[in-house]
């Protein structure tokens, strides 16, 4: 599969009040001040070129999450409020739902698992709702789909101006949130392969020790639908995640996109 002709990929994600935004060589957090300021922290960074598949998937996965709690960290800073704790509610739902179907005590593997997975992705599910119906959290999403935005400008190869992105969709097929719903899903067949009669503690560490292999797998999925975007193929894998993204992505204003673009233009230039 070649490469966007720009030559590489960019991302991202929302933070505080802002958008961070990422090339292969530095990142930047661009925050919206209370006062109507934008504030920006930029740094470089490397990260190898990592070609063998699965392999490069879990050492995305394990960057992506350093790298975005370091950037809600510093969104927080700039922005001057207290840092997310939205992580440690993710693993405790995840822990809650084995927890679940062990109550249920269910013999067959595949039905527990199943079970088990659809537990989750409805716990998730639940989550993003009450979410949204917080002004914060509405305005982070909002930021979440002014990142979108703009990286389809950029891979569009158009200017990067607030005219240009403000057209473009709030969804896009590379995202976390579609990256989530392929681990879940993949996650119901992989984990059909423990044994049920194990006690909890041993099926929890087993767990644990599989989720590099379905963050890989899951990796060379968004990457297989990327690349496929235009044909049949690579709609149908995409098409989950972006119904999905419909629930933590919004509408943005033109403020965000400012700070969006701000970002990139920071990132692509350091």
């Keep these: 599969m070649k490469e966007p002709s720009l030559g590489f990929i960019v991302g991202g994600q929302a933070v505080i009040e802002g958008v961070m935004m990422r090339t292969p060589a530095s990142f930047c957090v661009a925050v919206r001040k209370k006062e109507g300021d934008i504030v920006e922290h930029t740094e470089k960074i490397k990260v190898p070129q990592i070609k063998i598949p699965l392999i490069r ?10 790298l975005g709690i370091k950037s809600l960290n510093i969104s927080a800073n700039l922005f001057e409020e207290e840092k997310p704790l939205s992580t440690f509610s993710m693993i405790m739902s995840i822990f809650f739902a084995l927890f679940f179907t062990e109550i249920l005590r269910i013999k067959n593997n595949f039905y527990f698992n199943l079970i088990d997975g659809l537990f989750r992705l409805i716990i998730f599910l639940i989550y993003i709702l009450i979410l949204n119906l917080f002004k914060d959290f509405k305005r982070f999403f ?4 002014a990142e979108h935005k703009v990286v389809h400008t950029y891979e569009a190869g158009e200017e990067l101006t607030i005219e240009n992105a403000r057209g473009k969709s ?24 423990i044994p049920n009669d194990l006690n909890f503690v041993s099926k929890f560490s087993f767990r644990l020790l599989l989720l590099p292999f379905i963050a890989g797998i899951s ?48 990132a692509l230039n350091s």
């Design 57 to 66: 998937g879990v050492y995305v996965l394990f960057h992506a999450l350093s």
């Design 142 to 145: 909002a930021y979440h789909g």
């Design 170 to 193: 709030p969804l896009h097929p590379r995202c976390g949130t579609s990256f989530l719903l392929f681990v879940v899903v993949l996650s119901i067949f992989v984990f059909s392969l």
């Design 219 to 266: 990796y060379e999925a968004i990457r297989l639908s990327y690349y496929l975007r235009n044909n049949i193929i690579g709609k149908a894998l995409s098409l989950p995640g972006l119904m999905l993204q419909k629930l933590t992505t919004r509408e943005p204003d033109d403020s965000m996109l400012e700070v969006a673009i701000f970002s990139l233009k920071k």
